[in-house]
């Protein structure tokens, strides 16, 4: 059974993390199909962003927020509200990730992520959500990762950070179920955005791979929250095949296989 979207129609959306790459390419799929678009980020880019998908029909905004801080995410629900219009899509997509030796790397770059991935994403979920369920209708779809099936050394933070998402994700999904609610977790794999070199990871061997399309990707996305889906490996045939074995492997042996793939340097030679 699908979402109760209805696109055909003038409905909004809030999509975080949308200034470039899956998160951009998701708030296009809205508009494409009639949505009109709240699109949040905390780089001032989030601005030319919005402006990129503007058509002379519809609406597509822009708000600049730290959804790291939770100023920021009160900040943006107050925006929301002033649109005086339900939410009927949620997209909880901003993330970022920390790439290397737990020990060695800047404390509050690790809390930053959790901050911004994990209790930021809480944050807004507990403020849009109820609306949802009062009315009885809605999806929500949080930007997970494969990453979240694997542990992940050099990665460490990010991939918990993930497994939370998809956790809290399929949690969500049973107890809204009756109130008309769908939740969907994305799961890409590496995909071609500026995540790698925001976490310093262009010198890895994953950094250097080759990644999917992030069209592609928020394509999936987004077929897999209008069919009301309970998650969506997107991209490239491996991803899946990735996630299949996590299912079969012991944590401490895919942790074992996954630590060259993003060590430091590992790309180099």
Do not use: C, W
């Amino acid at each position: 059974m699908g979402v109760s979207l209805k696109p055909l129609g003038r409905q909004v959306m809030v999509i975080t993390g949308a200034s470039s790459g899956i998160g951009l390419e998701l708030a296009r799929e809205f508009v494409e199909h009639a949505f009109d678009v709240l699109m949040v980020a905390e780089e001032p880019e989030i601005e030319a962003a919005a402006a990129g998908l503007r058509k002379p029909e519809g609406m597509v905004l822009a708000v600049q927020a730290d959804l790291s801080d939770p100023n920021g995410v009160e900040q943006l629900f107050r925006r929301v509200m002033q649109l005086g219009r339900p939410v009927d899509a949620l997209v909880l997509n901003a993330g970022v990730g920390v790439n290397g030796p737990f020990i060695e790397t800047d404390l509050e770059a690790h809390l930053q992520l959790i901050d911004l991935n994990v209790t930021g994403a809480v944050h807004l979920a507990h403020l849009i959500l109820p609306g949802m369920a009062a009315r009885g209708e809605g999806g929500v779809l949080f930007t997970s990762s494969i990453a979240a099936t694997t542990p992940t050394p050099y990665l460490s933070t990010y991939a918990a950070s993930k497994a939370f998402l998809l956790s809290f994700a399929e949690a969500l999904r049973v107890e809204l179920k009756d109130a008309g609610v769908t939740v969907t977790a994305l799961m890409p794999g590496p995909t071609d955005t500026n995540f790698f070199a925001r976490a310093d990871m262009e010198d890895t061997r994953l950094g250097q791979m080759k990644k999917d399309d992030p069209r592609e990707v928020a394509r999936d996305g987004f077929e897999a929250l209008m069919a009301g889906k309970d998650h969506v490996v997107a991209g490239a045939k491996k991803n899946k095949l990735q996630v299949a074995a996590a299912q079969v492997v012991a944590d401490k042996a895919i942790a074992r296989l996954q630590g060259p793939m993003v060590k430091p340097r590992s790309g180099d030679g």
